[in-house]
């Protein structure tokens, strides 16, 4: 499968995004998604994750009640709407398909098989 992010750009602290990922390639509606996201000088991280129908949602502690994934599987797309932007939120975000699907895994970057090639926010004080 081939994932397609989009939306990033620069913001204002304290604003909001919407991140978009399509797929194509593949049954979308089979995949675990992901949102992870790599700061300047910092590891991949977990941001956020969506099971098969959208039913469970995970968050890393420092996006929850800010961010929220979903997904809309006729439209293949999952999406990361960000509200109240940090400087800290700074990044290069990717999004990512697990094909084993397996929640108690995705907060995991060596869960997901498939990823997109990123898209940077930059949030400026």
């Known amino acids: 499968v081939q994932l397609q992010a989009s939306g990033g750009g620069l913001v204002q602290a304290g604003g909001s995004r919407r991140l978009s990922c399509a797929a194509s390639?593949?049954?979308?509606?089979?995949?675990?998604m992901g949102w992870f996201r790599q700061g300047p000088g910092k590891e991949r991280e977990f941001v956020a994750g969506?099971?098969?129908?959208?039913?469970?949602?995970y968050y890393a502690n420092s996006v929850k009640g800010r961010f929220t994934i979903s997904r809309d599987n006729a439209k293949n797309t999952v999406y990361l709407q960000m509200y109240g932007l940090e400087p800290e939120d700074t990044a290069v975000y990717y999004c990512?398909?697990?094909?084993?699907?397996?929640?108690?895994?995705?907060?995991?970057?060596?869960?997901?098989?498939?990823w997109g090639q990123g898209t940077q926010v930059t949030v400026s004080s």
């Open positions: 969506i099971s098969l129908r959208g039913g469970s949602t």
């Open positions: 990512a398909a697990d094909r084993s699907a397996i929640l108690s895994r995705i907060q995991y970057a060596s869960a997901y098989d498939y």
């Open positions: 390639g593949g049954t979308f509606n089979r995949y675990g």
